[in-house]
């Protein structure tokens, strides 16, 4: 069973900046993770699958790099929209796996 | 427009039995594999289950088998979670999502609907 453990679990920036959250594999799942944002009282938005592409209609500031067992969610220059949980998740032979998930809160 | 719309959440006592449905438009529901996704108040995302196409694989998280079944009609476009057995900590906000063709992940998701067990 493949775990996955986010970092850090809170991230507390301003507008304008950029957000780098990490997320890594218990074990190599080549570039087999996505990326989901969340926030409150909503349903999860895809962001990012394949380890670096983006869902059809994310913006450009947000992109993902990584593979075997680490990975990186870039947020450039956040807006005011992007404050928000992030989750990593992970598919394999059908059997999903998420992350924690990092927050990204307005200091 | 891709819509999943799910219904059948409440409140239940534990041990008892709930039926979630998700209504699918805006696609060919058919074509897709389908899951079940949940979040805990306060929590992160578990997921639940998944079903294949025709409905001929089927794949739970451990926590869930043998207590719920998840299946599908491809005729009424509609997805189904059958909960037997309810337990406190199956309170969730359950969401259905549509499963992408290319890499899999879950690329369009439901509002989802709330489940409670408690006596």
């Known amino acids: 069973e493949i775990v996955l453990t986010q970092s850090p679990a809170t991230l507390s920036l301003s507008p304008g900046e950029t957000a780098t959250l990490s997320c890594r594999a218990s074990?190599?799942?080549?570039?087999?993770l996505a990326w989901y944002q969340q926030k409150p009282g909503q349903a999860p938005r895809l962001l990012i699958y394949?380890?670096?592409n983006r869902a059809t209609g994310i913006p450009a500031r947000f992109s993902g790099s990584g593979s075997g067992t680490d990975f990186t969610l870039t947020i450039s220059s956040l807006e005011p929209e992007d404050f928000a949980v992030y989750y990593c998740?992970?598919?394999?032979?059908?059997?999903?796996?998420f992350g924690g998930g990092t927050k990204v809160e307005i200091k | 427009e891709v819509q999943l719309v799910e219904s059948g959440g409440g409140l239940v006592q534990p041990g008892g039995s709930l039926r979630l449905s998700c209504a699918a438009s805006?696609?060919?529901?058919?074509?897709?594999?389908m899951s079940w996704v949940r979040q805990a108040p306060g929590k992160g995302l578990e997921w639940v289950a998944n079903i294949k196409q025709d409905g001929s694989e089927k794949y739970y998280v451990d926590s869930v088998k043998g207590r719920f079944t998840i299946s599908r009609d491809n005729a009424k476009n509609s997805l189904f979670l059958q909960m037997n057995s309810l337990r406190a900590e199956d309170t969730a906000v359950y969401y259905c999502?549509?499963?992408?063709?290319?890499?899999?992940?879950?690329?369009?998701w439901g509002q989802g609907t709330l489940v409670t067990v408690s006596s």
């Open positions: 998740h992970h598919r394999s032979n059908w059997l999903l796996t």
């Open positions: 394949d380890a670096s």
């Open positions: 999502a549509r499963c992408s063709i290319g890499y899999g992940d879950p690329d369009y």
């Open positions: 074990q190599s799942i080549s570039s087999y």
């Open positions: 805006g696609f060919t529901f058919s074509t897709y594999w």
